[in-house]
């Protein structure tokens, strides 16, 4: 799209909104892969691998998957956060190309938070 | 006194990106002008777990749950609910009944303290999707400098904004801006900004993860400045060693290019401006301004004096605003929710005076000996206790906390009677540290406060550029002194000579490479001494770190033979049969502590030789 103007800031602003937050009704979920250096070097990238395999296997078409940078407890990585409607957004530590199908076949697909991987929910405090 | 009503308005990062922010002010916007003030309070929480409803508003004692709230329902829900008493229905919502199967965020203390403003999209957006960011209000700040402000405007709400340089300098940089741009109109020659992403402080990783998951916001804030200081050219000089983070932040410009965010007539205003990536090549001394500079213009990285500043005259000797990421990070928001709300964290006062206190926040690298090693965003203020204990949760594996290193290689190991200290520029400065770029390592009971003085100043000997005989010379001999003391060779007087070689070198050193090398040694002597001591009058290492001072034994009565320990051994050292104890050669013992990660019978420890030699 060429050279926005400030309306088009808006139009794009409540477009690109409308699927970040789940509110078209179109996905079932929203999967964010949280890939900075330290996601990527503790093995996220095989993690995003495992899932959109697993989609396409699966032929599942209402799932977002999408990355996102870091997002904060390195130490934990890797890490990914499930968004669901009408939940709280679930952040899921440690994982790798198995646990990740887990929390998308059990999770995402059958509604029932992995317990086991799950760190906590909701979205953190801004100032 | 309480006030009747508490309006909760929930400012997680989900709900801030549905416009929390804007119904928090609404709704006290409302109830001021209906003269409610002194009985309602409006205050902002952190995420109340409803996130694919948000913007959540809950109003207490009642226990109503809003949900969808949007800024022109304010009036309504101010008229209806606060004044008249009637909930509003069709904002009402009901939150699932029974215990969540997770904690929330907001009671997991790593989450809980943190503040986030810089790092406010963090695990949100997709860095690499430019729509994402405008999603939740990218380049509105932009717009708004651009249409509705003047550059001076701009430049004064960054004053008064406070905000000091991230970069650990901690110059306020609405000053800096403002004799950049003042000296470009006095000159008649166009000034520059310049975002140094250099970031050479070991363990710090700060400006390398705002660049990963936001690298927009850096980008606004840049042309921003550009706006308030008259220029059309900007740098981003990247450190060498951050692959990733410049493939984002290239792309993040090639689409600002797309929508004529950069380039010429943004947003259709006259301005023109564009941004440069420069890598550099890998060398310390390039995090520092004149040294940076010289970098950019193509020559060797070696710095020069300051008392010609490079504000006037800098990059090809033109004014030169160069700020750190994350100060970069800040400007949009600044722009967007004002100085005042921005002064409003951090400490002291700054309204009349930036100097007078540390506004805003500070994203720091929590790394080390600590359980929750990460990235977080603290206001200015918290103490040390709070982000090692509550925030980092605390020494893992039973050990105790010893120190904490802030600033880098320019900065000191604070000891734990300073862990109430609160964090900001000016107390750690005054306690000998210094708030840095955000590096923070952690240190426990198995460092020895010896080997990280001499850690720090090996690693400043191979970056110093040799431009100046005393940091040359002077960091060269006290790395050789250093490495003496930790060989058990040290002599009494080491120790007031290391000093001498430190306050030569906060004298006569050229750049504060030189002049801050000091510190790590000075802040270790000042509060370790007996570590010191210990290695130069008894040749020990209390630390169990020094190579030289310690020594690997096998416990007679721990080992049960199980062999563990004999393949890891590098130097094959380890020898016996199953189920029987078994024996460590000293001579091929490297002492790397393989062998101590696997034992699961806690059966090798490592052993003072002076210990050994006495009792043999």
């Known amino acids: 799209m060429p050279r926005v103007t400030i309306e088009d800031l808006k139009k794009i602003k409540d477009k690109a909104k409308q699927t970040m937050t789940l509110r078209s009704g179109d996905a079932r979920a929203r999967i964010i892969i949280h890939m900075g250096t330290c996601g990527i070097s503790a093995g996220a990238r095989e993690v995003m691998s495992a899932l959109l395999k697993e989609i396409e296997t699966k032929g599942t078409t209402d799932v977002i998957v999408t990355t996102s940078g870091c997002a904060g407890l390195c130490s934990r990585e890797p890490m990914a956060t499930v968004e669901m409607p009408d939940q709280a957004p679930v952040k899921y530590v440690d994982l790798d190309a198995g646990t990740i199908l887990k929390v998308f076949r059990e999770h995402v697909m059958g509604g029932k938070v992995v317990a086991d991987h799950a760190l906590g929910s909701g979205w953190e405090t801004t100032g | ?616």
Request: negative net charge; glycine residues 12%; proline residues 5%.
């Open chain 2, 1 to 616: 006194m309480a006030k009747r009503v508490e309006v909760l308005a929930c400012t997680g990062t989900g709900c801030v990106a549905g416009g929390s922010y804007d119904v928090a002010s609404a709704i006290a916007a409302e109830a001021q002008k209906k003269g409610l003030s002194d009985e309602v309070q409006v205050i902002r929480t952190g995420c109340q777990g409803f996130c694919a409803r948000g913007p959540i508003v809950i109003v207490q004692p009642d226990n109503i749950f809003y949900c969808g709230v949007e800024k022109k329902d304010a009036a309504l829900l101010v008229e209806e609910h606060l004044l008249k008493g009637r909930p509003v229905k069709k904002l009402l919502y009901t939150p699932p009944e029974g215990k969540a199967p997770v904690p929330a965020l907001k009671d997991i203390p790593f989450f809980a303290k943190q503040r986030l403003v810089v790092l406010r999209n963090r695990g949100l957006i997709d860095p690499e999707k430019i729509d994402d960011y405008i999603a939740v209000d990218g380049y509105t700040a932009l717009a708004k400098a651009l249409t509705e402000m003047t550059p001076e405007q701009v430049l004064d709400e960054v004053k008064r904004s406070g905000i000091r340089g991230r970069g650990g300098g901690g110059f306020p940089a609405g000053v800096k801006w403002e004799s950049a741009r003042n000296a470009g109109i006095h000159r008649g020659v166009e000034p520059v900004v310049v975002c140094n992403a250099d970031e050479g402080d070991p363990g710090a990783f700060m400006d390398r993860s705002i660049i990963e998951c936001d690298p927009h916001s850096v980008v606004e804030g840049m042309i921003i400045g550009a706006r308030a200081i008259g220029t059309k050219e900007g740098f981003v000089y990247i450190r060498n060693e951050y692959p990733i983070a410049r493939e984002r932040l290239t792309k993040a410009l090639e689409q600002a290019r797309e929508y004529g965010l950069l380039g010429k007539n943004i947003l259709g205003s006259g301005m023109d401006f564009d941004i440069k990536i420069v890598q550099g090549a890998g060398a310390f001394v390039c995090g520092e301004s004149t040294a940076l500079m010289a970098s950019l213009e193509g020559n060797v990285g070696e710095p020069r004096a300051k008392y010609i500043h490079t504000v006037e005259f800098g990059y090809k000797n033109r004014p030169t605003n160069l700020n750190n990421v994350e100060t970069w990070a800040n400007i949009p928001l600044i722009i967007n929710r004002g100085a005042k709300w921005f002064a409003s964290m951090g400490t002291g006062d700054v309204s009349e005076n930036p100097w007078n206190g540390s506004s805003g926040t500070k994203v720091f690298s929590l790394v080390g000996k600590i359980n929750n090693t990460g990235l977080i965003e603290v206001p200015m203020g918290i103490s040390l206790r709070e982000i090692i204990f509550d925030i980092g949760g605390g020494i893992p594996g039973g050990h105790k906390f010893k120190a904490v290193q802030t600033g880098g290689p320019s900065g000191g190991c604070l000891p734990e009677s300073s862990l109430d200290m609160s964090v900001d520029f000016d107390t750690l400065t005054e306690a000998g540290s210094m708030m840095g770029s955000g590096g923070m390592i952690v240190m426990d009971d198995e460092t020895c406060m010896v080997d990280i003085a001499r850690y720090f100043i090996e690693f400043l000997t191979d970056e110093s550029c040799g431009k100046c005989t005393p940091c040359r010379e002077g960091l060269r001999q006290s790395l050789a002194l250093l490495q003496r003391v930790a060989d058990g060779k040290g002599k009494p007087g080491d120790i007031d000579l290391l000093q001498g070689l430190a306050s030569m070198m906060q004298d006569c050193c050229l750049c504060a490479l030189g002049t801050s090398a000091a510190n790590p040694v000075l802040s270790t002597i000042q509060n370790f001494r007996d570590e010191w001591e210990a290695h130069i009058n008894e040749r020990r290492c209390p630390g169990g770190v020094c190579k030289e001072l310690i020594q690997f034994a096998i416990d007679a009565e721990k080992c049960d033979g199980c062999h563990a320990c004999v393949r890891p051994c590098p130097g094959e050292a380890i020898t016996g049969e199953v189920k029987k104890l078994h024996a460590l050669d000293l001579t091929k013992c490297t002492k790397c502590g393989a062998c101590i990660e696997v034992c699961k019978r806690d059966a090798i420890h490592k052993v003072q030789r002076s210990d050994w030699r006495a009792a043999a």
